[in-house]
């Protein structure tokens, strides 16, 4: 099996939502894979018929990410991804918005991931709780993995 160690990537959709009782997703923008051209310590994020496939080639700071978002801050309040990995245990959101022009550890939302080879779904609120200065215009986001030489990603943003 060549996808049985590492990350999949399924589904990335940013969402605004109400975290004080049930979940509403109120507007919904998908992230245009287009967008996700960048890698870094990673093979060459490449659009294929079953989606986005990338290679973890080195452990030094290996991370895919996209530039050229225009979204609305005050209309975007959760990201929701869905992934699969065999082996994670740390992935690393990152965020350029507000102030900020460049990614920053100011910025940065780390979640774990279920490694059990199947597909789950993390809804990551985008707040001042979360982030030091989420407003204006969400511009760029970068995911960095924490993985194994040979992890492959695979999937839809």
Do not use: W
Request: net charge negative.
């Amino acid at each position: 099996n060549l996808f049985r160690y590492g990350y999949y990537y399924y589904d990335a959709h940013f969402y605004n939502q109400n975290f004080i009782n049930e979940v509403t997703v109120v507007n919904e923008t998908n992230i245009k894979i287009a967008l996700i051209k960048t890698a870094h310590s990673m093979s060459k994020p490449k659009m294929e018929a079953d989606g986005l496939h990338t290679t973890i080639e080195s452990t030094v700071d290996p991370y895919i990410c996209g530039t050229n978002f225009k979204i609305d801050t005050t209309k975007c309040n959760a990201i929701t991804i869905t992934m699969k990995t065999d082996s994670s245990s740390v992935v690393n959101l990152f965020l350029v918005a507000g102030s900020y022009s460049n990614f920053s550890e100011d910025q940065r939302i780390d979640f774990n991931p279920i490694a059990d080879g199947e597909f789950h779904t993390y809804t990551i609120a985008l707040n001042s709780e979360t982030l030091k200065d989420y407003t204006g215009t969400l511009s760029q986001i970068r995911l960095d993995f924490n993985g194994a030489v040979g992890d492959n990603i695979v999937g839809t943003i």
